[in-house]
Structures are given as structure tokens and as C-alpha cells.
């Protein structure tokens, strides 16, 4: 079975810093996806972004990006530039996709808040 | 609909009653994912639909928990004799196996409360 570590419950920063949450993941696949999603107060989970195993590029999406170390099964998101509305609940999620399957799986998440 | 759906919003029942909650998923999407998220916690997988393929329940907590997907399309999630620690939001995702598009689509969740 596929897990997702998330090891830093919370974190806080500075607005117009940047902050890096951590995400590690365990399987045995080669071909997945990995995700992070956001959950503001208001309950809706918005995906942030997306990358595919097989990509060695790292995505990036305005000012969130990832470091995605397949051989070290690490998938960090950085957050530039940080406003008050990523205030959140950041989620990592790993997707595999074989044998006609995509299950789903997700981390604890890590909560953040930023200051003003 | 243009998002995931799942009704009601809220649910107050009484211990040892059963719920039903519904998850209307976005049109044409095969997959479709219930979880659990008990208050300021992660989710917690559920059960798994997947087109016409044998759903994935080993998510589920106990036999009072059970899922059914009509169609393909509408999902509904019972919990029978609810207990005190089944008070959590239950959240319904939908997602497509095309590969270029296989995020999934959270609709805004049920929160149930037992009392």
C-alpha cells in the first residue's frame, strides 16, 4: 500500500516570504501522480498543483512549485511570495495508476498559517 | 452539474440512527473517492468506485459502513447504527482516467454530527 508523509503539522510564515512543506512518499510504482491540494477554512479542496512521475521537470504554477525527487521519493511545494489568502490546509496526494486503478491516497497535511 | 455535488451539507442525527449522504460526481468522470476527515485531521480513505470495476472498500471502518454507485454515476454512502466517532465531514471526489486530466474534483462535503 502507498503512504504519504507529511511531517511538519504546522508551519507558519511571513507574508511575501517563502515557505517549503515537505512531502514524502513510499511505493514501489514507476508511473504515478502527485498532488497538492489546499483546504481554506471554507471546506473545498482546491488542487495547487500536479506532477507526473514520468516528468522530470518540475511543476510549477504562478508562485507555487515543486522539488520532486523520484529516487528519494520527495515531493516538496514552495510558496513564493506568500498572501494572507494561502492561509490553509496543504494536503500532498499520491495517485497510482495501474491495472486500471487510480487510487488515491493522501498525507495528514500541514497547516498553514501566514502573518501579516 | 459543473462540480461534485453531495448533499445535504449538514446532518444531525441521533446515535443509532442510519444516514444516507449523496455525491452527484461531474458528468462523464469514472472514478469517483469517498473520505472521511474527522475535525483539523487528514482524510481518511473510504471506498473506491472505478467505472463497472469491483469498488475498492478497504477503507471502510466496520461494516456498518457501506457505498453504492448507481449508473456510474450518483454515489451513496450509509452508515447504519451511527456512533458518536462517525461525527465527521465526509468528503466525495470525482476524477477522469484520462491521463492528461486526473485530478480530482472535491465537492464541498457533509458534515455529520452525531448526537
Known amino acids: 500500500a502507498q503512504t504519504v508523509t507529511q511531517s511538519q503539522p504546522e508551519m507558519s510564515v511571513q507574508e511575501a516570504e517563502t515557505v517549503t512543506l515537505s512531502c514524502t512518499y513510499d511505493?514501489?510504482?514507476?508511473?504515478?501522480?502527485l498532488f497538492w491540494y489546499k483546504q481554506p477554512p471554507s471546506r473545498q479542496m482546491i488542487l495547487v498543483i500536479r506532477?507526473?512521475?514520468?516528468?522530470?521537470q518540475n511543476a510549477t504554477e504562478n508562485r507555487f512549485s515543486v522539488n520532486f525527487q523520484k529516487a528519494a521519493k520527495s515531493f516538496s511545494l514552495k510558496i513564493s511570495d506568500s498572501q494572507l489568502g494561502d492561509t490553509a490546509m496543504y494536503f500532498c496526494?499520491?495517485?497510482?495508476?495501474?491495472?486500471?486503478?487510480?487510487?488515491?491516497?493522501f498525507g495528514k497535511g500541514t497547516k498553514l498559517s501566514v502573518i501579516p | 452539474g459543473a462540480g461534485v455535488s453531495q448533499s445535504p451539507s449538514n446532518k444531525v442525527t441521533e446515535k443509532g440512527k442510519d444516514v444516507e449522504l449523496r455525491c452527484d460526481p461531474i458528468?462523464?468522470?469514472?472514478?469517483l473517492y469517498w473520505y472521511r476527515q474527522s475535525l483539523g485531521q487528514g482524510l481518511e480513505f473510504l471506498i473506491y468506485?472505478?467505472?463497472?470495476?469491483?469498488?475498492?472498500k478497504s477503507g471502510l471502518p466496520s461494516d456498518r459502513f457501506s457505498a453504492e454507485r448507481t449508473g456510474g454515476s450518483v454515489s451513496t454512502l450509509t452508515i447504519q447504527r451511527t456512533q458518536q466517532e462517525d461525527s465527521a465531514v465526509y468528503l466525495c471526489?470525482?476524477?477522469?482516467?484520462?491521463?492528461?486530466?486526473?485530478?480530482?474534483?472535491f465537492g464541498q462535503g457533509t458534515r455529520l454530527t452525531v448526537v
Open positions: 471526489a470525482s476524477s477522469s482516467r484520462d491521463s492528461l486530466n486526473t485530478e480530482a474534483f
Open positions: 511505493t514501489s510504482e514507476s508511473n504515478y501522480y
Open positions: 506532477q507526473e512521475a514520468y516528468k522530470q
Open positions: 496526494a499520491f495517485m497510482k495508476t495501474w491495472a486500471g486503478s487510480y487510487q488515491l491516497t
Open positions: 458528468s462523464g468522470h469514472t472514478a
Open positions: 468506485f472505478q467505472g463497472n470495476s469491483a469498488p475498492d
